[in-house]
């Protein structure tokens, strides 16, 4: 497991960086509008505004709240899959990153 960022939440939105040894990129995670189940909850931007991800709400097995991350560009090998979640300091959020399992 890997923190890859690190946000603060202002108004339903998420702001920070993601930072990576290939990405280091001012991040702003905006609620999305809805248009079925299976879209996602939010969408994930760049700070130029370049869409690259998408994030989904979850709760975990314990009751906390936890946003599922997959971010994606062409610029990468494969997607990053990684969660949003609450950090030790109030109103302070990590974005973990660990390898899913047969990669």
């Known amino acids: ?3 890859i960022g690190t946000f603060t939440r202002t108004n339903g939105s998420f702001t ?3 930072k990576t040894l290939s990405i280091n990129a001012k991040t702003t995670i905006k ?11 939010y969408r994930i931007l760049t700070g130029s505004a370049v869409e690259f991800g998408a994030a989904w709400k979850k709760t975990s097995g314990e009751g906390r709240e936890y ?7 062409p610029s990468f090998p494969a997607p990053i899959y ?5 950090a ?3 109103g302070t959020f990590n974005l973990i990153w660990s390898r899913r399992n047969g990669d």
């Open 67 to 73: 946003l599922s991350v997959k971010l994606d560009d």
């Open 31 to 41: 609620p999305a509008d809805k248009a079925n189940d299976r879209a996602p909850d």
């Open 16 to 18: 920070g960086a993601v």
């Open 1 to 3: 497991m890997a923190t």
């Open 88 to 90: 030790d300091e109030a």
């Open 82 to 86: 990684a969660t949003l979640v609450e």
